[in-house]
């Protein structure tokens, strides 16, 4: 896998990066190098940005049901190769197998199914005012929203960032960690193999610079953003530029706390 280099997914096609910058992703076990990922430029992530316009025009026109099979097409997809997606998280993150197989991909692909099977469900009101006046609301898409994942659960961050905002039909640029950049790849294959359309979920690469791409951009109408608390206040401050809205997952709290009287064989199989 070291001579890989087309690590950006944009229109449903993988692409080189214009930068001409890498950085290596390695194998947090042994040390190792296990490819080199080409750094997305400002041209880049404005090539996904258009791409993602085009793949919204497409996927929004699409009704709620329609995208909710395509959707469910894709969870179908990624509980076939659990364990092919299991091993890839385990090589690019060093976390126990064990946690990979039983926990991220089954976890993302449930959240993938549920919104699914949600948003068909979820319709605008009518309302009378009086005799004369009543109100309508209809629910509608926001546009292309950009999602940035942290390095603990790349594939699953990626899953929930995703399921709410495709099934609502919107499109969305994904940028994991830089750590962790492999198996968000795999998802977007998964998407498009499901019967998404180009551009509907694209995956540029890089450091904290293609965050203040997307954050700052102002065609970007939403940013989902995990990680830690002071990236988040950047990350706030970037988008409210362009009056973006937001959501934020912040810092961690999973403290274990192991006594001198514990059981050290079930301590340590509960931290892992």
């Known amino acids: 896998m070291t001579n890989m280099k087309k690590h950006l997914y944009i229109h449903g096609v993988y692409e080189e990066a214009n930068s001409g910058e890498f950085f290596e992703t390695i194998n947090p076990a042994n040390g190792q190098v296990i490819c080199r990922i080409g750094q ?129 039909g919107n499109s969305m640029i994904f940028k994991p960690s830089e750590e962790t950049p492999l198996s968000v790849l795999k998802l977007a294959e998964i998407y498009s193999e499901a019967g998404m359309p180009p551009g509907v979920f694209n995956v540029v690469q890089g450091d904290y610079r293609v965050g203040q791409f997307l954050t700052r951009h102002p065609r970007i109408a939403k940013i989902s953003f995990t990680g830690e608390s002071e990236t988040g206040k950047k990350v706030m401050s970037d988008a409210s530029g362009s009056l973006k809205e937001v959501t934020l997952e912040l810092g961690g709290k999973s403290p274990l706390l192991i006594f001198n009287d514990a059981d050290l064989d079930n301590a340590i199989s509960g931290a892992l």
């Open 40 to 168: 997305a430029s400002k041209e880049d992530v404005e090539n996904a940005i258009i791409s993602a316009e085009k793949g919204f025009l497409k996927w929004s026109a699409m009704s709620a049901v329609e995208r909710g099979r395509i959707l469910l097409k894709a969870v179908s997809i990624l509980r076939e190769r659990n364990d092919e997606l299991a091993a890839l998280e385990v090589l690019d993150t060093g976390k126990p197998l064990q946690e990979a197989n039983c926990v991220d991909i089954h976890t993302g692909a449930d959240v993938i199914e549920y919104y699914a099977g949600l948003v068909p469900a979820l319709q605008g009101t009518q309302q009378d005012l009086d005799d004369n006046t009543f109100f309508i609301s209809k629910r509608e898409p926001l546009g292309v929203c950009a999602g940035i994942g942290a390095w603990n659960y790349p594939i699953q961050i990626a899953c929930w960032k995703s399921a709410p905002c495709l099934a609502a």
